[in-house]
């Protein structure tokens, strides 16, 4: 299976700030990569996915990047709503896996 | 967008098996993956496998190779996780979703003696 490694585990940021969340993956998956949110108690919501592509409904100062083995996640400017964990899915390759995730605490 | 909704809670025993139904309704169903994806009590995302019911060939990640059987009824619009040699660290939330896009409320599995 493809590991996914995502880091940080956890940062702790301010409103209006930038925050940058990394993926790397053990081998080559192109661009299957995507990026979800999810908050407590409930289920995941996409925010990206084929590493850039932002979801229909997704506020743009979510973006993604990277390519091959090495993705980012950035949101430009941290709003309240934003804290929540996030996690990476490589879907490049069966089975399909996720990064540890990262959790985005103020 | 396709509503999922997924069978209710369960407690277990230890060493029994569990099978989680999730109903998909107001869109395509056949032709997408229909992925099960699990979380334990403050843990993190674990995709367990998925199938693409037209397909109906499913894959797995290998940690639940052997435990884990995953089908779909195209008939229904209905897909199953099916879950064995339960023990106490498959308590867990336990999702079903429609290409990562559209997810099912949740399934909590208990497993205590």
């Known amino acids: 299976d493809i590991q996914m490694t995502q880091s940080p585990s956890s940062l702790s940021a301010s409103v209006g700030d930038r925050v940058t969340i990394t993926c790397r993956a053990s081998?080559?998956?192109?661009?299957?990569l995507g990026w979800f949110q999810q908050k407590p108690g409930k289920a995941p919501k996409r925010l990206i996915y084929?590493?850039?592509n932002l979801q229909s409904g997704v506020p743009s100062r979510f973006s993604g990047s990277g390519s091959g083995t090495e993705f980012t996640l950035t949101i430009s400017s941290l709003q309240p709503e934003d804290f929540a964990t996030y996690y990476c899915?490589?879907?490049?390759?069966?089975?399909?896996?996720f990064g540890g995730g990262t959790k985005v605490e103020i | 967008q396709v509503q999922l909704v997924q069978s209710g809670a369960e407690v277990k025993r230890p060493g029994s098996s569990v099978k989680v139904s999730c109903k998909a309704s107001?869109?395509?169903?056949?032709?997408?993956?229909i992925s099960w994806v699990r979380q334990a009590p403050g843990q993190g995302l674990e995709w367990m496998g998925g199938?693409?019911?037209?397909?109906?060939?499913?894959y797995y990640a290998q940690k639940f190779q052997g435990r884990v059987t995953i089908t779909a009824d195209e008939s229904t619009t209905t897909a199953y996780m099916e879950l064995s040699s339960l023990r106490s660290e498959d308590t867990a939330q336990y999702y079903c979703?429609?290409?990562?896009?559209?997810w099912g409320q949740g399934t909590l599995v208990s497993v205590s003696s």
């Open positions: 084929a590493a850039s």
């Open positions: 107001g869109g395509s169903f056949s032709s997408f993956t």
């Open positions: 899915l490589q879907h490049n390759t069966y089975p399909l896996t």
């Open positions: 979703s429609r290409d990562g896009v559209d």
């Open positions: 081998q080559d998956i192109r661009s299957g």
């Open positions: 199938i693409i019911p037209i397909f109906g060939t499913a």
